[in-house]
Structures are given as C-alpha cells and as structure tokens.
Nanobody, 123 residues
Framework: QVRLQESGPGLVKPSQKLSLTCTVS??????????WSWIRQPPGKGLEWMGA???????YYGPSLKSRTSIARDTSKNQFTLQLSSVTPEDTAVYYC???????????????WGQGIQVTVSS
C-alpha cells in the first residue's frame, strides 16, 4: 500500500517561501492513472486543494493560490514538492500530500494521504 510522508519546516516567517516535500514509498509517482496532490487545512476551516502533479509531470493548480504556488517532482527520489511564496499568517495550516485517481482531492476519504504537517507562519 502506498505511503506518503510530508516533511519541511514547521515555522516560516511572513513574506518568506514555504517549501514542503512529500516522499512516496510502496508506489511510484510515475505510475499511470494517478495524481499527486497538495491540500491544506487552516485552523477551524475546511480542506483546500492547492494543486497536483500528474504521473506524466503535468501540473495543475487551484485558482485561489495559483499565483503563489509551485509544484514539482524529483522522480529519482520518488518525491514531489510544494512551494508557496510570500506567506502570511493566513497560510498557517496543516499541509497534506495525497494520491488519488481524481485530479482534485477534497475529502480524506479520497485516495491515500500523508499524516500531514503543521506549518505556522509567524515572526
């Protein structure tokens, strides 16, 4: 069964760039038929799909964060990454990576998820 694990700094200062990595095991990020997503959940709010990368490397972004988000992958390490620029305290959230057959992931019942990583934006 595929496993996903988020990693990165838990604290980022305002105006800086947030960078996270999702390491995948027991499954390849180039496997046909899957999308690899980043989703976040701010405190007291619902899940927000940020974007995804397909098995062929195609990249898709959600509309609300598109201008600040960058998703990439390293197939040699079986990892994909998230960068969010110009962060503010409103970007404080638990960030998840996930795999699903659907492009957009909105519920934890969809696909396979990492455990999530808390990222706080504060000076």
């Amino acid at each position: 069964q595929v496993r996903l694990q988020e990693s990165g700094p838990g604290l980022v200062k305002p105006s800086q760039k947030l960078s996270l990595t999702c390491t995948v095991s027991a499954g390849s990020i180039t496997a046909v038929g899957y999308f690899w997503s980043w989703i976040r959940q701010p405190p007291g709010k619902g899940l927000e799909w940020m974007g995804a990368i397909g098995n062929d490397g195609s990249i898709y972004y959600g509309p609300s964060l598109k201008s600040r988000t960058s998703i990439a992958r390293d197939t040699s390490k079986n990892q994909f990454t998230l960068q969010l620029s110009s962060v503010t305290p409103e970007d404080t959230a638990v960030y998840y990576c996930a795999r699903d057959e659907a492009l957009v992931v909105r519920e934890k019942s969809q696909g396979s998820w990492g455990q999530g990583i808390q990222v706080t934006v504060s000076s």
